[in-house]
Protein backbone atom coordinates (compact mmCIF):
# COMPACT_ATOMS: atom_id res chain seq x y z
CA UNK A 1 0.00 0.00 0.00
CA UNK A 2 2.83 2.57 1.29
CA UNK A 3 4.89 1.91 -2.82
CA UNK A 4 1.12 2.70 -4.13
CA UNK A 5 0.68 5.62 -2.34
CA UNK A 6 4.40 7.02 -2.97
CA UNK A 7 3.57 5.80 -6.67
CA UNK A 8 0.59 8.10 -6.71
CA UNK A 9 2.22 10.76 -5.58
CA UNK A 10 5.12 10.70 -7.57
CA UNK A 11 2.76 10.60 -10.47
CA UNK A 12 1.34 14.32 -9.77
CA UNK A 13 4.40 15.96 -10.82
CA UNK A 14 3.26 15.31 -14.30
CA UNK A 15 0.10 16.73 -13.72
CA UNK A 16 -0.83 20.64 -15.00
CA UNK A 17 -2.44 21.00 -11.61
CA UNK A 18 0.91 19.50 -10.17
CA UNK A 19 1.60 23.37 -8.15
CA UNK A 20 -1.45 22.43 -6.18
CA UNK A 21 -0.98 19.27 -5.27
CA UNK A 22 2.51 19.88 -3.80
CA UNK A 23 0.94 22.88 -1.75
CA UNK A 24 -2.09 20.10 -1.08
CA UNK A 25 1.06 17.50 -0.04
CA UNK A 26 3.34 19.90 1.52
CA UNK A 27 0.43 21.15 3.98
CA UNK A 28 -1.17 17.42 4.94
CA UNK A 29 2.58 15.95 5.76
CA UNK A 30 3.04 18.59 8.29
CA UNK A 31 -0.27 17.29 9.83
CA UNK A 32 -1.74 14.16 9.32
CA UNK A 33 0.25 12.76 5.73
CA UNK A 34 2.66 9.77 5.67
CA UNK A 35 4.55 10.69 1.85
CA UNK A 36 6.97 13.33 2.52
CA UNK A 37 6.27 16.63 -0.08
CA UNK A 38 9.93 15.74 -1.93
CA UNK A 39 8.56 13.30 -3.78
CA UNK A 40 6.91 15.55 -5.69
CA UNK A 41 8.77 18.74 -5.44
CA UNK A 42 11.95 16.78 -6.54
CA UNK A 43 10.66 15.59 -10.04
CA UNK A 44 8.68 19.26 -10.22
CA UNK A 45 11.98 21.18 -10.08
CA UNK A 46 14.01 18.62 -11.90
CA UNK A 47 11.12 19.21 -14.60
CA UNK A 48 11.67 22.88 -14.66
CA UNK A 49 14.43 24.36 -13.01
CA UNK A 50 13.76 27.81 -13.43
CA UNK A 51 10.85 27.25 -11.11
CA UNK A 52 12.61 25.60 -8.25
CA UNK A 53 12.62 28.25 -6.19
CA UNK A 54 9.11 29.65 -6.65
CA UNK A 55 7.87 25.55 -5.93
CA UNK A 56 10.25 25.52 -2.86
CA UNK A 57 8.68 28.79 -1.46
CA UNK A 58 5.19 27.05 -2.25
CA UNK A 59 6.21 23.85 -0.18
CA UNK A 60 7.42 25.74 2.16
CA UNK A 61 4.66 28.25 2.96
CA UNK A 62 2.03 25.18 2.40
CA UNK A 63 4.41 23.22 4.80
CA UNK A 64 4.00 25.96 7.40
CA UNK A 65 0.40 26.07 7.34
CA UNK A 66 -0.35 22.62 7.88
CA UNK A 67 2.39 22.73 10.63
CA UNK A 68 -0.02 25.24 12.19
CA UNK A 69 -2.87 22.96 11.55
CA UNK A 70 -0.61 20.20 13.10
CA UNK A 71 -0.19 22.53 16.38
CA UNK A 72 -3.55 23.37 16.70
CA UNK A 73 -4.52 19.76 16.28
CA UNK A 74 -2.69 18.82 19.31
CA UNK A 75 -3.78 21.76 21.36
CA UNK A 76 -7.55 21.66 21.11
CA UNK A 77 -7.81 18.08 19.72
CA UNK A 78 -5.33 15.48 20.98
CA UNK A 79 -7.46 12.90 22.41
CA UNK A 80 -10.20 13.45 19.64
CA UNK A 81 -8.46 13.55 16.48
CA UNK A 82 -4.34 13.51 17.17
CA UNK A 83 -4.34 10.30 19.03
CA UNK A 84 -6.48 7.94 16.58
CA UNK A 85 -4.12 9.29 13.50
CA UNK A 86 -0.77 8.68 15.80
CA UNK A 87 -2.50 5.13 16.75
CA UNK A 88 -2.72 5.19 12.67
CA UNK A 89 0.22 5.25 11.69
CA UNK A 90 1.70 3.30 14.85
CA UNK A 91 3.50 6.73 15.56
CA UNK A 92 1.77 6.78 19.37
CA UNK A 93 3.88 5.14 21.46
CA UNK A 94 6.88 7.47 20.14
CA UNK A 95 4.79 10.60 20.16
CA UNK A 96 4.35 9.15 24.19
CA UNK A 97 8.25 8.88 24.92
CA UNK A 98 8.53 12.21 23.33
CA UNK A 99 5.74 14.46 24.91
CA UNK A 100 6.88 12.93 28.49
CA UNK A 101 10.88 14.18 27.96
CA UNK A 102 9.64 17.71 25.74
CA UNK A 103 10.13 20.85 26.34
CA UNK A 104 9.81 23.96 24.45
CA UNK A 105 13.83 24.15 23.19
CA UNK A 106 13.50 20.08 22.58
CA UNK A 107 10.68 20.51 20.24
CA UNK A 108 12.21 23.30 18.32
CA UNK A 109 15.47 21.03 17.47
CA UNK A 110 12.93 18.21 16.76
CA UNK A 111 11.61 20.99 14.47
CA UNK A 112 14.97 21.34 12.89
CA UNK A 113 15.75 17.45 12.60
CA UNK A 114 12.84 16.66 11.08
CA UNK A 115 12.94 19.39 8.54
CA UNK A 116 16.17 18.44 7.71
CA UNK A 117 15.65 14.42 8.04
CA UNK A 118 11.98 13.80 8.36
CA UNK A 119 13.25 12.38 11.70
CA UNK A 120 10.87 11.98 13.60
CA UNK A 121 8.28 12.71 11.11
CA UNK A 122 7.03 16.35 10.76
CA UNK A 123 3.45 15.73 11.80
CA UNK A 124 4.60 14.14 15.44
CA UNK A 125 6.32 17.70 15.76
CA UNK A 126 3.95 19.50 14.73
CA UNK A 127 1.32 18.22 17.19
CA UNK A 128 3.76 17.33 20.07
CA UNK A 129 4.26 20.93 20.17
CA UNK A 130 0.77 21.78 20.44
CA UNK A 131 -0.22 19.40 23.41
CA UNK A 132 2.74 21.02 25.14
CA UNK A 133 1.94 24.16 24.33
CA UNK A 134 4.93 25.53 22.39
CA UNK A 135 4.08 29.44 21.57
CA UNK A 136 3.15 29.33 18.52
CA UNK A 137 4.79 32.42 17.52
CA UNK A 138 8.16 30.68 17.48
CA UNK A 139 6.85 27.99 16.47
CA UNK A 140 5.97 29.18 13.13
CA UNK A 141 9.54 31.25 12.74
CA UNK A 142 10.94 27.89 13.71
CA UNK A 143 8.83 25.95 10.74
CA UNK A 144 9.89 28.51 8.86
CA UNK A 145 13.25 27.89 9.18
CA UNK A 146 13.52 24.09 9.47
CA UNK A 147 10.99 23.42 6.47
CA UNK A 148 12.02 26.62 4.44
CA UNK A 149 15.71 25.65 4.77
CA UNK A 150 14.88 22.44 3.52
CA UNK A 151 13.23 23.56 0.11
CA UNK A 152 15.40 26.28 -0.89
CA UNK A 153 18.51 23.94 0.42
CA UNK A 154 17.19 21.52 -2.85
CA UNK A 155 15.94 24.29 -5.02
CA UNK A 156 19.74 25.65 -4.64
CA UNK A 157 21.31 21.50 -5.71
CA UNK A 158 19.18 20.99 -8.35
CA UNK A 159 19.96 24.78 -9.80
CA UNK A 160 23.75 24.35 -9.78
CA UNK A 161 23.82 20.39 -10.17
CA UNK A 162 20.71 19.19 -12.05
CA UNK A 163 20.03 15.53 -12.54
CA UNK A 164 22.91 14.63 -11.62
CA UNK A 165 22.18 15.59 -8.12
CA UNK A 166 18.85 13.96 -8.17
CA UNK A 167 20.44 10.39 -7.38
CA UNK A 168 22.52 12.17 -4.42
CA UNK A 169 19.79 13.86 -2.83
CA UNK A 170 17.63 10.55 -3.36
CA UNK A 171 20.14 8.37 -1.85
CA UNK A 172 22.24 10.25 0.46
CA UNK A 173 20.40 13.21 1.43
CA UNK A 174 18.66 11.28 4.73
CA UNK A 175 22.44 10.31 5.69
CA UNK A 176 23.91 13.63 5.24
CA UNK A 177 21.13 15.47 7.35
CA UNK A 178 21.02 13.00 9.74
CA UNK A 179 24.56 13.68 10.70
CA UNK A 180 23.62 17.43 10.65
CA UNK A 181 21.04 16.16 12.98
CA UNK A 182 23.32 14.71 15.06
CA UNK A 183 25.85 17.58 15.04
CA UNK A 184 22.45 19.97 16.01
CA UNK A 185 21.45 17.32 18.85
CA UNK A 186 25.47 16.89 20.09
CA UNK A 187 25.56 21.63 19.85
CA UNK A 188 21.92 21.48 21.94
CA UNK A 189 23.02 18.85 24.47
CA UNK A 190 26.69 21.03 24.77
CA UNK A 191 24.59 24.29 24.86
CA UNK A 192 22.51 22.73 27.81
CA UNK A 193 24.33 20.19 30.26
CA UNK A 194 28.12 22.24 30.10
CA UNK A 195 27.58 25.75 29.25
Same mark, same amino acid.
Given at each position: ??????????S??AR?????W???????E?????I?A????????????N??Y?Y?L??T?????GG??G?????H?Y??I?????E????L?Q? @?? *?K?S?G &????? =???LT?? #?????PIK??????G?I???L??????????R?????F????????????R??V? @?? *??LL?G &?GA?? =?IV???? #?????
Amino acid at each position: MLRRLYDWTLSLAARKSAEWWLAFIAFVESSVFLIPADVLYLPMALSRPNRAYRYALVATVASVLGGIAGWYIGYHAYESIAKPVLEFYGKLDQF @EA *LKASSG &AGFIL =LLLLTSG #ATHLPPIKVVTILAGVIHVDLGLFVASAIVARGGRFFFLAWLLRSYGEPIRNFVE @ER *LGLLAG &AGAGA =LIVLYLA #ARYVL
